[in-house]
C-alpha cells in the first residue's frame, strides 16, 4: 500500500526528544533579525521558535474516515484508517494538540531555518500519510486520546475535503535551498583549500536529493488527487470541497 517509509529520526520513525534545544546560541544565529535589529525582535523570534518546538509531538493511531464505498443503504459508515505514527508540530498545544495538514506548511517555513533536518523529518512523517488515491486526511486525531480532545463532529474525516497545499511551500524553500547551495559549492570548489564547508554542503545537498527521491512518488499522487478531485466545474469556477 505504501512504499518505504521516509523517516530521518531513529530506526522507527521517532525523534529523539534530546537531541534538539532551542538554546538561545543556536536560536540567534539561524533567526536574526534583519536590520534595524533589536533586542526586542530577537526575543520575540526566540519567543516564536520556542513556542513551535515545544509543541512537537510524536503520536501513533489511527484516523477515523467516511467509508469512500459505503454499502448500498447505509448512511455515511465509517471505516478505520491504518495505524500509523506522526512526528508534528501543532497549532495549539493547549487548544489544538494535534496535527492539521495546513497549519504544518507554514511551521516549517520557521522549523527548516532552525533545523532542517528536523524539518525534513516531520515532512517525511506527513508525505507517509498519504493513501492510495493520494489524500491525506487533513486533520490527524490519532488514538483514543487525541479523540477525547475533539468534538464529535470533527473528528471523521471526508476524502472529499482538502485543505491549500501549504506542505508545498517549505518543499519550494528546500528546493531554493539547494539551488544557492549548488552555486556556493561551485565558488568554493575553485578555491584551492577545501575545507570543512565543502564537506557540509556536498552532505547537505545530498540529504536534500534522497529526501526528494523519496518525497516525489508521494508528491505526485497528492497533487495528482487535488487535480481530480478539486477541478473546477468550468473557467474559473469553483469545484470540490477545499475545506478550511
Request: hydrophobic letters at 35%; glycine letters at 10%; charged letters at 20%.
Amino acid at each position: 500500500m505504501m512504499g518505504p517509509e521516509m523517516k530521518e529520526g531513529t530506526s522507527d520513525g521517532r525523534q529523539n526528544p534530546n537531541r534538539h534545544s532551542a538554546s538561545s546560541s543556536s536560536s540567534s544565529s539561524s533567526l536574526s533579525p534583519s536590520p534595524p535589529s533589536s533586542s526586542l525582535l530577537a526575543q520575540t523570534a526566540k519567543a516564536a521558535l520556542s513556542n513551535m518546538l515545544g509543541g512537537m509531538t510524536y503520536m501513533y493511531g489511527h484516523s477515523i474516515v467516511y467509508d469512500p464505498l459505503p454499502s448500498l443503504g447505509v448512511p455515511k459508515p465509517t471505516v478505520n484508517g491504518w495505524s500509523t505514527p506522526l512526528f508534528t508540530a501543532v497549532p495549539s498545544r493547549s487548544f489544538f494538540p494535534r496535527g492539521f495538514l495546513w497549519d504544518e506548511g507554514f511551521h516549517h517555513l520557521l522549523i527548516q531555518k532552525w533545523d532542517p533536518t528536523l524539518s525534513r523529518d516531520a515532512l517525511a512523517h506527513w508525505l507517509d500519510l498519504v493513501n492510495e488515491e493520494g489524500w491525506i486526511p487533513r486533520e490527524q486525531i490519532l488514538g483514543f486520546e487525541a479523540r477525547e480532545r475533539v468534538p464529535s463532529e470533527f473528528v471523521v474525516q471526508n476524502n472529499t475535503h482538502a485543505n491549500a497545499p501549504s506542505l508545498l511551500l517549505p518543499l519550494a524553500k528546500m528546493l531554493e535551498k539547494a539551488e544557492g547551495l549548488e552555486k556556493e559549492l561551485g565558488k568554493e570548489l575553485e578555491k584551492e583549500g577545501r575545507g570543512e564547508r565543502v564537506k557540509w554542503i556536498q552532505k547537505e545537498l545530498d540529504n536534500l536529493d534522497s529526501f526528494f527521491i523519496m518525497a516525489w512518488p508521494r508528491l505526485d499522487r497528492w497533487v495528482s488527487w487535488f487535480l481530480a478531485s478539486q477541478r473546477g466545474g468550468g473557467d474559473g469556477g469553483g469545484g470540490g470541497e477545499t475545506n478550511g
